[in-house]
C-alpha cells in the first residue's frame, strides 16, 4: 500500500498557534496530529470543568480550526488530535458546530472511555491511557476528524497507521515502528532541532514540525516540509526518541517497543530513516494518571546583594523562623548567583527562594506575606523582594496506577453516532527488564582534558510523575566506547549532586549509543506541585553536560 505521511503540530497545550496551517500549506499530507496533552495540561483541565462542567477541552484547537478547517477539507487531509482532554465529546460537538457555521461538510467522531475518576475518589482527574485502535475504529468509517482524551501520544499516529494498512493487533513489530515514529513526532519541533544540544549546527530560529512518512512495514522516514527551518538529522531523532524514556522496553497499551531494536540512517538530507524495530505484546495493565489538588502552595525571592550573603540569608531565616513555625512544608534555596567585585547590581546579588506549601491557603498567604514584606525595613542591608508574595495557590500532585486492559471501557463513537467498542487486547506480557546488553571495548587509555561533557555528547532530559529521565548519547562510536564506561551511576551521582541519595537506574542502548539515566523522586510529586528549580527537568541533561570531568584528547 503507499506511503502514509503523518504530521505534527502541536507538541503541547499553547504550543505555536500557526503550525496548523504552516503544516497544511507547506507539503503533502494525509493525516495531521496534535498533541495538546500533558501531565500538567490534564490538571488545568480539571481545574477548568470545576468552574464549568461543558469545559475540559483544548480551546485553542477550536481557535486552530476556525482558521485552517477548510484548508484540511480542500486537501483531503484527515486531523487527529488528543485536543479533547477531559470532554472530547463536548469538542466533538464544538468542532461540529464550527463547521456548520463555516459550511464545511466535515464528519467527526471522538475516543471516549479513559475517564476513570468516578472509579478514583479524591481525584481531580483519573484518565487512562488509551491505545489508537479506537481511533483506528474511527478513521476506518470515514471520519474527516477525530478528538480524543488521554490516549498515548503515540497513539495518534499509530491509529492512523492501523487504519491505513490494515494492521491488526498482534502485528507487533509494525505497531512498534509505528510507536516508535510516532514518539519522534509527539513533540513537534523538538524532532527539528527545538531544545537540541547541537542546535547551533542548524538554524534553529523557527523550526518547522515534523512529518513520517510511514510504510507497511512500520518502517518510517522522519523528515519535515522543503523549506522549513530547523534541521532533521541522526541525533535530532535520536534525542527524541530518548525523551521521557526509560528501559529497553517501552511499554504502550497496543505493543510494547524494544528501543534497543531501534535502526537509525541518515536517509538524505533532512531524512532520518527508522527501521529494524522489534515489538512485543503489551502488558497486562493499562496506566491511569491521577490528578488531585495538593494544598496551596506560595514563594518568595529575597535578593542579597554584595558583602556577607550568608549571614544575610541567616538571618532573613531566622526572623521568619517564628511565622514559618506552623505551616507544614518549608524550603529554602540560596542560589549564588553573585560575582566578586561586580559590575552591574544584579551580578552582585544572589537570591534567597523561600517556598512554602500547606493545606490551609491562610497559613502560606496572609501569614507568610505579612511576616516577609514586615521585614523590609529590619532586616539585612538592602532588603528587597523580587516580587511579593501573593495570596497562596493551589497545587496539583500527580501519581500514576495501573488497571487491566478489560476495566476500561474504550469506545470509537462514530460521526454517525455508532458507539464501536474496542476489544482490550488479548495477548499480553509483564514487562520485565532486559538484560544488560554487551558494551563497547574501552575506549584506548591516553592523555585526557578537564571539559565539559557536553564537548562530547548530547542530552536530553524530562519529566514522568515525580521521576526524571536523563538521555545520554555519543556521536561517534568512539565516543560511544568512552562513554558507555566512563559514565557510570556513581560519576552520574557526582556530577549532579541533587541525585546523590535518590535510586538511580542506568540503561544502556548500544544500537543508539546511548544510555538513559531515570532517577526516581527528584520531582516530589510531580511537576503541578512544582518541587524543585525545574520542576520538568528540561535543562537537567544540560546541566549535567555542562559539568567537567577528564575527557580524552583524541574525542575533544
Not at 460537538?93 to 464528519?107: H, K, N, Q, T
Not at 526509560?246 to 528501543?259: F, K, Q, S
Not at 537570591?351 to 493545606?359: F, T
Amino acid at each position: 500500500m503507499s506511503t502514509l505521511r503523518i504530521g505534527n503540530a502541536s507538541g503541547f497545550y499553547g504550543d505555536r498557534f500557526d503550525a496548523l496551517r504552516e503544516m497544511l500549506t507547506g507539503g503533502e499530507l494525509d493525516v495531521l496530529t496534535g498533541d495538546y496533552l500533558a501531565e500538567l495540561t490534564m490538571l488545568i483541565l480539571g481545574r477548568d470543568r470545576l468552574k464549568d462542567p461543558g469545559a475540559g477541552y483544548a480551546r485553542t484547537f477550536l481557535r486552530q480550526l476556525e482558521d485552517s478547517l477548510g484548508l484540511a477539507h480542500e486537501r483531503g487531509v484527515k486531523l487527529v488530535a488528543n485536543a479533547g482532554g477531559l470532554n472530547p465529546a463536548g469538542l466533538a460537538d464544538r468542532v461540529r458546530e464550527l463547521a456548520d457555521r463555516l459550511g464545511i461538510p466535515v464528519r467527526v467522531a471522538h475516543v471516549e472511555g479513559d475517564d476513570l475518576t468516578a472509579q478514583h475518589p479524591g481525584s481531580l482527574a483519573a484518565h487512562a491511557y488509551l491505545g489508537g485502535f479506537g481511533i483506528a475504529a474511527c478513521l476506518r468509517e470515514g471520519a474527516d476528524i477525530v478528538v480524543t482524551g488521554r490516549v498515548t501520544d503515540a497513539a495518534l499516529v499509530t491509529g492512523p497507521a492501523v487504519a491505513h494498512f490494515e494492521w491488526g493487533p498482534g502485528e507487533y513489530d509494525r505497531l512498534a515502528g509505528a510507536v516508535v515514529a510516532g514518539h519522534v513526532l509527539e513533540c513537534g519541533t523538538q524532532a527539528t532541532g527545538g531544545n537540541y544540544s547541537f542546535f547551533r549546527e542548524g538554524d534553529v530560529r523557527h523550526p518547522g514540525f515534523p512529518l513520517a512518512e510511514l510504510h507497511e512495514d512500520g518502517t518510517a522516514v522522519i523528515t519535515k516540509h522543503p523549506g522549513t527551518g530547523g534541521f532533521v538529522d541522526v541525533g535530532t531523532v535520536t534525542a527524541q526518541l530518548l525523551y521521557e524514556t526509560g528501559g529497553a522496553r517501552y511499554a504502550g497499551p497496543d505493543v510494547t517497543a524494544r528501543l534497543d531494536t531501534v535502526r537509525l540512517t541518515q536517509d538524505g538530507p533532512d531524512r532520518v530513516r527508522i527501521d529494524g524495530v522489534h515489538g512485543e505484546p503489551p502488558p497486562p495493565t493499562l496506566k491511569v494518571g491521577l490528578n488531585r489538588l495538593g494544598g496551596f502552595r506560595n514563594e518568595v525571592s529575597f535578593v542579597l546583594t554584595g558583602l556577607d550573603i550568608e549571614a544575610k540569608a541567616a538571618l532573613v531565616k531566622g526572623q521568619l523562623e517564628a511565622a514559618l513555625g506552623k505551616v507544614s512544608e518549608v524550603r529554602w534555596d540560596l542560589v549564588r548567583t553573585d560575582r566578586p567585585d561586580a559590575d552591574t547590581e544584579e551580578t552582585a546579588s544572589a537570591l534567597l527562594r523561600l517556598v512554602v506549601r500547606d493545606p490551609d491557603q491562610e497559613a502560606v498567604g496572609r501569614a507568610l506575606s505579612g511576616a516577609a514584606i514586615e521585614l523590609a525595613l529590619a532586616s539585612y542591608p538592602g532588603f528587597h523582594v523580587l516580587a511579593p508574595p501573593g495570596k497562596g495557590a493551589p497545587y496539583g500532585v500527580f501519581e500514576d496506577v495501573y488497571v487491566p486492559h478489560g476495566a476500561v471501557p474504550h469506545v470509537a463513537v462514530l460521526h454517525d453516532g455508532r458507539r464501536v467498542s474496542v476489544a482490550p487486547a488479548q495477548e499480553t506480557v509483564v514487562l520485565e527488564e532486559v538484560p544488560e546488553p554487551p558494551l563497547p571495548e574501552p575506549f584506548p587509555s591516553g592523555p585526557t582534558r578537564r571539559a565539559p561533557l557536553g564537548l562530547v555528547v548530547g542530552a536530553r532530559s524530562g519529566d514522568k510523575g515525580g521521576n526524571a529521565n536523563v538521555g545520554v548519547w555519543a556521536r561517534t562510536d568512539e565516543a560511544w566506547s568512552w562513554l558507555a564506561h566512563a559514565l557510570s551511576v556513581d560519576r552520574f551521582r557526582e556530577l549532579l549532586p541533587e541525585t546523590a541519595h535518590l535510586p538511580v537506574t542506568r540503561h544502556a542502548l548500544p544500537g543508539l549509543r546511548a544510555l538513559n539515566f531515570v532517577v526516581e523522586g527528584i520531582l516530589g510529586a510531580g511537576v503541578a506541585a512544582q518541587h524543585r528549580f525545574d520542576p520538568q527537568a528540561k535543562a537537567l541533561g544540560e546541566w549535567l553536560r555542562s559539568r567537567h570531568l577528564d575527557i580524552p584528547e583524541e574525542l575533544l
